[in-house]
């Protein structure tokens, strides 16, 4: 069970997908709290989640046992439980705000747009920024929150891979891996808002790929549907060197995992592409047709320093010549101008914020 702290049964996880949570995942090991849920099928299903992870997870997990799970439907109902509900999703939390506060902390940080009205972001009490490309995301979709509401506090995510916290041998273990030796290529696509690329190479990449390097296919939650049958159809083609990590399991499949045990990475406009600066790796950037995408900074935008791949590559030599030529610290540099601190120390610094008098109740 997550150590407790003495302010944890105030704190709430509101997510309207399971993978959401996973954004969260090591504050909740941190601190502990409850996890929310709108509907009693969807408790059903986190619960499920959990208990799946759980089972499955090769490296020890801090869910020791199932997290409190409440159904509170916080988009039509106001929330009336003293405390603070942190928002993965961008949705407006009903609250009475007398006695409960609300943080938007979001799941990731790339290039395509809010779901939803982006001006729902403006009705929280707070912001966990996780850094410069944060904020530049905001001021693009026109968003106004005062300076006072926003937290800087990093990527909490990093914490796991910063302070080595992630057992690389067992992970693949879990995995399968066999011929650790190769060198492991993670391919971590969108789905279809974002114009996602798993049709479009998946197969491709599988017959390519694996003739020299290991794969990891990691595909968005909404496509993890179609993981049996890459399977299928592998094994019917006799391919090997194929891995598959559900992003529904969000204790045995975590993405820091597949950062860990991964050398370079392929994706298409999944804010991935920006977290998995974190590894200093490699990183190319599939061909896609989404245009609808947030104007960056050259600084801040991955495809100024990432290699760019089409159909009509030939992908194992743009892997070869990507190794070759990969500049640590070109990718160092844009880490830090995408991040705040990146010193693993994110959920410290939001375990002291959660605990301070300004989230007292008034």
């Not at 490296?59 to 603070?84: A, R, Y």
């Not at 990475?265 to 999944?270: E, G």
């Not at 790796?281 to 290699?307: G, R, Y």
């Not at 990507?322 to 101008?337: C, E, G, I, Q």
């Amino acid at each position: 069970m997550a150590e407790q702290s003495n302010f944890s049964k105030s704190i709430y996880y509101y997510a309207n997908q399971v993978y959401e949570y996973s954004f969260i995942k090591s504050i909740y090991s941190k601190i502990g709290g409850t996890f929310l849920v709108r509907k009693a099928n969807r408790r059903m299903r986190v619960n499920w989640y959990f208990r799946q992870s759980q089972r499955k997870c090769a490296i020890s997990s801090s869910f020791k046992e199932q997290p409190n799970v409440l159904v509170k439907n916080v988009n039509n109902i106001p929330f009336d439980l003293p405390g603070t509900v942190i928002s993965n999703s961008n949705t407006v939390i009903q609250r009475n705000k007398n006695i409960s506060n609300a943080i938007f902390m979001g799941h990731g940080t790339g290039d395509k747009r809010y779901g939803g009205d982006a001006h729902a972001l403006e009705s929280f009490d707070y912001h966990f920024i996780s850094g410069p490309k944060h904020m530049e995301k905001l001021k693009d979709s026109n968003v106004k929150i005062p300076d006072k509401n926003l937290v800087k506090i990093g990527n909490a995510r990093f914490d796991e891979i910063v302070n080595s916290q992630i057992d690389i041998s067992a992970y693949e273990n879990y995995l399968g891996i066999k011929d650790k030796n190769r060198k492991t290529i993670l391919y971590a696509p969108t789905w279809k808002w974002g114009a996602g690329t798993l049709h479009k190479y998946g197969y491709w990449f599988c017959r390519e790929v694996t003739k020299e390097h290991n794969l990891i296919i990691r595909p968005h939650y909404f496509d993890r549907k179609y993981i049996p049958k890459f399977k299928l159809w592998a094994k019917l083609k006799g391919l090997k060197h194929i891995y598959f990590s559900n992003p529904a399991n969000i204790l045995s499949n975590d993405t820091m995992f597949d950062f860990a045990v991964s050398d370079l990475l392929i994706s298409d406009t999944s804010s991935i592409l920006y977290e998995y600066l974190i590894t200093r790796n490699p990183i190319i950037v599939a061909d896609t047709e989404h245009v609808d995408l947030h104007k960056m900074l050259p600084e801040m935008d991955i495809t100024t320093i990432a290699n760019k791949m089409t159909k009509n590559d030939d992908i194992l030599k743009l892997i070869e010549k990507v190794f070759v030529y990969h500049d640590t610290n070109n990718f160092d540099k844009m880490l830090n101008n995408c991040f705040y601190y990146n010193d693993g120390k994110s959920v410290e610094r939001i375990s002291n914020f959660l605990s301070s008098p300004i989230l007292s109740p008034s």
